[in-house]
């Protein structure tokens, strides 16, 4: 039986089939719906953990207890897994253990374009690297078995276009793994000097052996056509050459590391032409010419930046692109923009009334930064908005009362815990805003612990994020309602000139929650309508000028009032 499965969702199937007991993950674009579909299975436990590193973690404790084990991130989220990540090279496994991160190339939802191979690499850790779903699934199957043949976890990469590309699937009955016997091993799993130094030797021999393995591994495979040009490729870039050049000569990379440099060196010497191709950074590229292979064509070609397409390739190439059909009349630019009714927008309104000074962080609420509202000055990582305040605030005291930061509910659990923790224990004068709009809500609306809801929906003691800002030490916390911009507004005068750290919770759950009813729409009244543009301040999608005059779109307005607050002639009301 086959089915068109999304690649996420073929990962999911073959952690199924695989046998995989235990999954742990954080939600992050385009990875996220691996762990979403892996809960589905009632024989597979699957949850969300609090950030990458914990989930890494808890992934290696149910290997070590003998479980097959999965754990899913982001390109930047395995930077937070790191620790873990690098250490666990060194330990190796029980139970299977499998990694996968998804990189994003073009920066779709991310902050940089990291290229996740290099820590492969670093972490002397080997690579899957799927093409399609098919593969997604079938990799992740191998995954397990090549981890407790070799004795490591096993890094599967994907990136965006294969993670949310569909293809055919073909399924298979699950194949249960059971749980391997725990033995106690402290010279294996204890990571002191002493025994690390010696698991550093089982690191490089288990190179060695895969090493061997890459080089007749049917994952690495030559398929040969015109031998006028040959590509090296791997994932989505195996597709686009595929399609630009079907009848050329072709060495697919499955086990991207080690890679097999003597089957490529083999492949080199059967073509004229030997040009790699890959996004991002060029590690294929670095690795074949360092192992004395020609290669006559690469980075020069394709640049370090972006995707790469089928119209990119075959440009590069010196082809004339495929011709694409296009729309009759150009299509409006539509950046990303908060959703109508969303409560962080009153709060970023008041703070660019304010004229604050902003730290901000990664989630819905980054989208303060675009204008009219303009109201955040920088974003770094996960839970740098906290850390970033302190130490700027360190250095200018005397701006302390005009410097804020915002981070959402489930980033603050994420990694602003500590950040938190630093400017209290510290006692650094700073005002940190904890945006709670009761939800993960980038990457689609997933359970957090200060929900009350797992990621299979069991219902659970929420954390009190008042409670929990209290017990690192803040003194002054505080909530307000998000919609209520005088509350807001008067909250951040007040702890702003506080001589000591404060919290501020400003909480009112995401409009798009399917438990959150709408009010009803807003309408303006013309001839009260004085086209002082107050409400365009909100850069709310629903409001728009037409004909000089502002006009709310009724089938986006949430009812949410913030405009008709701004407005000094009373023009915006109900219906």
């Known amino acids: 039986m086959k089915e068109l499965m999304l690649g996420n969702k073929a990962i999911a199937r073959g952690l199924y089939e695989a046998g995989v007991k235990y999954v742990s993950s ?3 674009t385009p990875s996220t719906e691996i762990t979403e579909e892996v809960a589905l299975y009632d024989e597979v436990y699957a949850e969300w953990a609090p950030n990458e590193k914990v989930a890494t973690e808890s992934a290696l404790g149910a290997s070590l207890a003998g479980a097959r084990s999965f754990t899913a991130m982001k390109h930047v989220g395995l930077n937070v897994a790191a620790d873990p990540l690098f250490t666990s090279a060194y330990t190796g496994v029980n139970g299977g253990m499998v990694i996968c991160v998804a990189d994003d190339p073009a920066m779709h939802s991310s902050q940089n374009e990291q ?8 972490a002397k850790m080997p690579m899957l690297e799927p093409a399609d779903s098919a593969e997604c699934r079938d990799f992740t199957v191998l995954a397990y078995e090549l981890s407790e043949k070799y004795d490591t976890p096993v890094l599967l990469r994907t990136c965006t276009r294969v993670a949310h590309s569909q293809s055919l699937v073909e399924l298979k009955v699950r194949q249960e793994a059971g749980l391997k016997d725990y033995v106690k091993n402290p010279a294996k799993y204890v990571m002191n000097p002493g025994n690390a130094v010696k698991r550093h030797f089982a690191v490089e021999d288990r190179l060695k052996a895969l090493k061997d393995y890459s080089e007749t591994s049917p994952l690495n495979f030559a398929e040969m056509g015109d031998t006028a040009l040959g590509f090296v490729c791997a994932g989505s870039c195996y597709q686009y050459v595929k399609e630009v050049f079907p009848n050329a ?3 697919k990379i499955g086990l991207s590391f080690p890679m097999p440099l003597d089957a490529i060196r083999e492949f080199a010497g059967k073509v004229e032409k030997l040009v790699v191709v ?7 590229e670095q690795e074949i010419r360092a192992a004395g292979i020609r290669v006559d064509g690469g980075k020069d070609l394709f640049g370090n930046t972006g995707e790469l397409s089928q119209s990119k390739i075959a440009a590069a190439m010196g082809l004339k692109a495929k011709e694409v059909s296009r729309f009759g009349e150009p299509v409006p630019g539509r950046p990303p923009v908060m959703c109508a009714g ?4 009153g709060v970023f309104y008041v703070l660019s009334k304010l004229k604050l000074t902003v730290t901000g962080d990664i989630g819905c609420y980054t989208l303060g930064a675009s204008a009219p509202l303009s109201a955040m000055d920088s974003t770094v990582c996960m839970g740098a908005s906290v850390s970033m305040l302190h130490g700027f605030n360190t250095v200018r005291p005397e701006t302390s009362n005009k410097t804020v930061a915002v981070i959402g509910d489930s980033t603050f659990l994420h990694s602003g815990i500590t950040s938190l923790t630093d400017i209290a224990y510290n006692r650094s004068i700073s005002t940190v805003l904890i945006l709670d709009n009761s939800i993960t809500g980038m990457t689609g609306h997933q359970q957090n612990p200060a929900t009350g809801y797992t990621l299979k929906m069991q219902q659970v003691p929420p954390v009190s994020l008042e409670k929990l800002c209290e017990a690192v030490g803040i003194r002054r916390v505080r909530s307000v309602d998000a919609y209520d911009l005088k509350a807001v507004e008067a909250a951040v005068k007040e702890e702003l000139a506080a001589d000591e750290p404060s919290v501020i919770i400003c909480r009112r759950p995401c409009m798009l929650l399917k438990y959150v009813k709408p009010r009803p729409a807003l309408s303006v009244e013309m001839d009260k309508c004085r086209a002082c543009r107050s409400c365009m301040k909100l850069g709310c999608p629903a409001i728009r000028f037409e004909g000089g005059k502002a006009v709310i779109d009724a089938n986006q307005c949430a009812g949410c009032g913030l405009c008709a607050t701004l407005c000094a002639f009373g ?5």
Do not use: N, Q, T
């Open 249 to 251: 000569s072709v060495f």
């Open 342 to 345: 969303c409560p962080h927008r």
């Open 115 to 122: 290229d996740s191979r290099h820590y492969a690499r670093a």
């Open 571 to 575: 023009a915006i009301k109900e219906g």
């Open 26 to 28: 954080y939600p992050g």
């Open 278 to 284: 890959e996004e991002l950074d060029g590690i294929f």
